[in-house]
């Protein structure tokens, strides 16, 4: 099984099992080693199921401004959190990769695997919600064709992406590439860097 298989069978798997409880306060059951990859994929797809049903309530016309408010509070969290989980799986590869010798033509890729494996995990939810917008039977035929036709681009992205994934894998296990991690840094929940929250302090 290639990595993108993995990344692939787990991110449905999170994402059907969220739906199991259709509920963003539910407590997933993860069945994976805590700290291994395959719960890193886990934990990450789960957070970008909650969140996805975040944004939905938020857009929600008749929802308080109050109500509003904390959800937008915890969309900040859980993006904190998305980052973090993304940049513990680069931390896996630097690891894995740490002894290879880079070839003297290495070039660097302009996203790192793990930022690549996030999208991955986001397709994951799109095509879980175009297939059930598909299965539709309060919706009309041009919604039905139109919504057909976008899950076969996201199919076919899917695809795409998961062999991109596999190709970079490969060439930084062969030292055709090499990685770098930036990490995110994120000004806007830092208390230090952020000038509404440092001003506030005052």
């Known amino acids: 099984m290639t990595f993108s298989e993995t990344c692939n069978k787990i991110f449905i798997q999170s994402t059907e099992h969220y739906h199991e409880f259709d509920n963003v306060d539910a407590t997933p059951e993860n069945p994976y080693k805590e700290e291994t990859i395959e719960d890193l994929l886990f934990r990450k797809n789960w957070i970008d199921a909650v969140q996805w049903h975040l944004e939905d309530i938020i857009r929600d016309p008749e929802i308080q401004p109050d109500e509003a408010l904390k959800i937008k509070r915890r969309i900040d969290s859980s993006n904190q959190d998305r980052t973090d989980l993304v940049e513990s799986i680069d931390d896996f590869f630097l690891a894995k990769y740490k002894d290879v010798k880079i070839a003297s033509d290495a070039t660097i890729n302009t996203e790192s695997p793990a930022w690549a494996i996030d999208r991955l995990s986001i397709l994951a939810l799109k095509i879980y919600h175009m297939e059930q917008e598909v299965k539709r039977v309060d919706a009309s ?47 806007y929940n830092d208390p230090a860097l952020n000038p509404i929250l440092y001003k506030n302090k005052k």
């Open 141 to 187: 035929p041009k919604h039905l064709e139109q919504c057909n036709l976008k899950l076969s681009v996201l199919l076919q992205q899917r695809e795409d992406l998961s062999t991109a994934i596999d190709q970079l894998i490969g060439d930084i296990e062969a030292g055709k590439k090499y990685m770098k991690t930036y990490k995110q840094m994120k000004m």
